[in-house]
Structure formats: C-alpha cells, structure tokens
C-alpha cells in the first residue's frame, strides 16, 4: 500500500512564529505537492518537485517556500506565519511519465491555525 | 487560463438511488486527463475514476462511472447504488502539465 504520511495532524502557531510541515512517501514517486484547501476554493498548488532539490511554483507560493533533500521527503516552510495561512495542508505524491498523468496519493493532511 | 467549475456546492442521495455529480473545465488542450477524487470526513483524498480525453470510451470502475462530453467540456460522475461509505466531498480535477486544476467540490450526503 502507498504511504504518504505528514508530520502533524493538527498544528497551532502563533504569527510570525516559522512553521514547518513534512511529507514522507514510501513509494519512491518522482513527484511531490503540496496544495492548500479551503472551503468552497477546492484545493490550489502551493509547490511542486518533480525531483530532489527541484521545486516549481504552483498558483500560490507568496509567503511559502519547500525543501526536498531527498527523494521521499518534502518539506513545506511558512518563513512568518500570518493569520491568512490558516488553512488544511494536503501534501501529494506520484509517478512521472512522459505524456501521461498518474494518480496522485494524499496524505492525511496538516489542519494549520495561526493566531 | 483552465479551469474547473462544479456547480453543485451539495448534493443528497437516497441509499440505493443513483445520483450525478457535475464538472465542467475549460482547456485549450487538446489531449489532457480528468479525475474524480473522493475526500471521506476526516479520511485521507483517494482516486474515484480517471478519464483520458483521447478515449471516447467513458470510464467505469464498479458502480462509478464517468459521462464525457469533450465537445461540451463535460465530466459528470454517476454513482450507483449509493451507500452509506460513499458520503464524502467529491472533486472533479483537471490535468495540465502534470499538475491537476481542480473545482470546488461538491459534498454528498447519504440517506439511510
């Protein structure tokens, strides 16, 4: 079975406090994500890495930066969380082909209150 | 820019009716994939059904089935026999160079 695990379930932050979130994959998937979901917005893409140490920007990367120094992990940093940031954090994983989508696997997902 | 519209904000079922969700996107693609993933309260986000839009053959797995209209930009999701187990947010999803334009949801909620 695909595991993606992420560090925290429910998470509470003060603002300016820096936060991290991290996803580990088991099925050595090329590509990670990190989404944002709110209510009524559905879920839109933080960043992506399609590979170790590379990172693309999604719809919305202002005031968030990722790391993945290995290939199973991917971390999400919130530099000065603000209250805006409250949010569920939904981290992804999946192959990558050429000319094809595959599905992606979710964690269970990261509820962020910042006050 | 491409987009996914679900209209449906809600919708309800009664258990063993069968009951349609609705997506409609907008791509200037010509070959792209479409999804449907199903989000349980408090449960992990899992793959209900994938779509290729060069198949014309519309995609089935057990008692979900998709119906797509490329010329109207349509990808509804027909459950069957509903069950109790299929109340969740449902999200119809996009794929655009590898990363997925997803619509807002729709919750569906079960009858017993």
């Known amino acids: 079975d695909v595991k993606v695990t992420q560090s925290s379930r429910y998470l509470v932050k003060r603002t300016g406090e820096k936060v991290f979130l991290e996803c580990v994959q088991d099925m050595d998937h090329e590509n990670m994500f990190w989404y944002r979901q709110d209510p009524g917005l559905g879920l839109r893409l933080i960043y992506f890495?399609?590979?170790?140490?590379?990172?693309e920007k999604g719809d919305i990367p202002e005031g968030y930066s990722v790391s993945r120094e290995k290939k199973e992990r991917f971390s999400l940093i919130l530099e000065s969380a603000s209250t805006n940031q409250t949010s569920m954090y939904l981290c992804a994983s999946s192959f990558s082909g050429r000319g094809i989508s595959y599905e992606q696997y979710f964690g269970p997902g990261t509820r962020l209150t910042v006050t | 820019a491409q987009t996914v519209t679900q209209s449906q904000p809600e919708m309800s079922v009664q258990e063993a009716e069968t009951v349609t969700l609705s997506c409609t996107y907008d791509?200037?693609?010509?070959?792209?994939?479409l999804f449907w993933y199903k989000q349980p309260p408090s449960r992990q986000m899992i793959l209900v059904i994938r779509?290729?839009?060069?198949k014309q053959q519309n995609a089935t797995e057990n008692r979900f089935s998709v119906n797509f209209q490329k010329a109207a930009k349509s990808f509804s999701l027909k459950i069957s026999d509903s069950q109790l187990g299929d109340a969740a947010m449902y999200f119809c999803?996009?794929?655009?160079?590898?990363?997925?334009?997803w619509g807002a949801g729709t919750k569906l909620i079960i009858k017993p």
């Open positions: 779509q290729e839009a060069y």
């Open positions: 890495s399609y590979d170790v140490k590379m990172k």
């Open positions: 999803a996009l794929d655009s160079n590898y990363q997925l334009i």
């Open positions: 791509t200037s693609e010509s070959d792209y994939y």
